[in-house]
């Protein structure tokens, strides 16, 4: 399973970005079973753009076949894109690491 984290920065010790589709990066993350397998970073392209920045951003998880988006906001065209990619979508804070070991215990 391939799992997207938005985040402050590229690591895993950044936090939780309080939005999706305008984060800095995004955390990827390869998870078998509990277990993280590998993690690279992916730098959110669309963080500026005046408009339509949640939807391209949905894009850009489709393209890097992401199975799931860890984020605190996801705006309602970002849902809607993510849901049409069938994306799914937990709801995290805090550091990346403790976002996604929060999703890995309770899933």
Known sequence: MKIAISSTGKNLNDQVADVFGRCPYF??????GEKIVKTESVENSNEAQASGA?????????????DLVIAKNVGPKAM????QFKINIYSGDGTVEEALNNFLTKK
């Open 27 to 32: 955390v990827l993350a390869e998870v078998e």
């Open 54 to 66: 949640g939807i391209a951003t949905a894009q850009l998880m489709a393209d890097n076949k992401v």
């Open 80 to 83: 809607e894109a993510l849901n």
